[in-house]
């Protein structure tokens, strides 16, 4: 038996010549694509590239999500934030481009800052040089971190009332349930006892609407996909092929589900580092998931996590849901 045919240890033999964050990144990239089945964290969709190209999905005729989520933010602004207060530390996990947090940042009275909390260093700092230009009355506070692991926030000049943290697109759907809840338990820390929560999450809807979501026409979302790959041959050296990979995107009834997956065309062996990785003809790596809610069952992920809701906006057909979060008796 060859030692290509071995189950992989637990521990790689990393290259040499790698920064830190690139050593991390290879660490999960071996344990994800030997696990069974394969699989990549979501994370590291968001290079330079894949940050551009998930702002072009956003734009999509197809993809409701983001349009759906902005009309409840325009449409009940006001509302958010008499809910909010004054003097607020707004602190928005995973940020972006920040487009929907303008809004919040337009209306919000006398906000003692904003804390963007991003992965992509360079990308984040682009987009809070920006938001200082158009909000110069606005401390903008920009923080390079992963949002799943510990951190510590930015004091601000003036002490906030409360601190309020923003977690729009649905982004908490990305993650399994007991992640969800170790998240959302995370966050109610940060804002603490008087703080609270606004998160949006999307809606369970007819099938038709969910798949063309997420496998476009024009391709965008197959892109975003695939440079996945291509980051990893670039950053960790590693050789897939990309055009012997497609993209899909599934939804799973039983896990109310969209599952990204990227699925060999052919037999193949990938190499990365002193590994080799054999895919079947139509295995899959699974990249991502997007969890759909009803407004029941976030309400029961919610309580899980020690949180009510404290207000509830749903959007035109309801596409969409934006809650606010806050801890019982807080």
């Known amino acids: 038996m060859s030692h290509h045919s071995e189950k992989h240890a637990g521990t790689p033999s990393i290259p040499s010549g790698l920064s830190a964050s690139e050593r991390e990144m290879f660490v999960d990239v071996y344990a994800g694509l030997s696990s069974s089945p394969k699989t990549l964290p979501s994370k590291y ?16 005729d197809e993809y409701y999500v983001t349009r759906a989520e902005t009309v409840i933010m325009e449409q009940h602004v006001a509302g958010m934030i008499d809910a909010i207060g004054p003097d ?29 909390i991003d992965i ?24 390079v971190e992963d949002f799943t692991q510990p951190f510590t926030l930015p004091e601000p000049a ?21 992640e969800a809840v170790r998240l959302l338990k ?15 999450f999307d809606l369970v809807k007819p099938l038709n609407r969910l798949r063309a979501a997420y496998n476009d026409d024009a ?28 993209h899909d995107a599934p939804f799973n009834e039983e896990a109310s589900r969209i599952e990204m997956h990227l699925v060999s065309r052919t037999h193949q062996v990938v190499q990365l580092g002193e590994h080799d ?23 029961e992920l919610a309580h899980s996590a020690g949180l009510e809701a404290i207000d509830t906006w749903i959007g035109p057909d309801r596409l969409f849901c934006v809650q606010l979060l806050g801890t019982p008796g807080g």
Do not use: C, W
């Open 88 to 116: 607020v530390l707004l602190v928005e996990y995973g940020s972006g481009s920040s487009v929907k947090t303008r809004i919040l940042l337009d209306h919000m009275e006398s906000p003692v800052g904003y804390v963007p």
């Open 219 to 246: 391709g965008v979302t197959a892109r975003f996909n695939l440079n996945l790959l291509h980051r990893l041959n670039t950053e960790l050296g590693a050789d897939f092929d990309l055009d012997a990979f497609r």
């Open 45 to 60: 969709f968001y290079d330079e590239v894949g940050s551009r190209l998930f702002d072009e999905i956003t734009g999509l």
């Open 158 to 178: 003036r002490a906030p009332a409360r601190r309020v943290v923003y977690f729009p697109g649905s982004t908490i759907g990305n993650f399994s349930v007991p």
């Open 120 to 143: 992509s260093g360079e990308y984040l700092h682009g987009i809070a040089d920006n938001l200082r230009d158009q909000h110069p009355d606005v401390p903008i506070l920009p923080l």
């Open 277 to 299: 990785f054999h895919f079947d003809q139509g295995e899959s790596i699974l990249t991502e998931f997007s969890h759909k809610y009803t407004v029941d069952s976030f309400q």
């Open 186 to 200: 995370a966050m109610r820390s940060v804002a603490g006892p008087s703080g609270a929560i606004l998160i949006g």
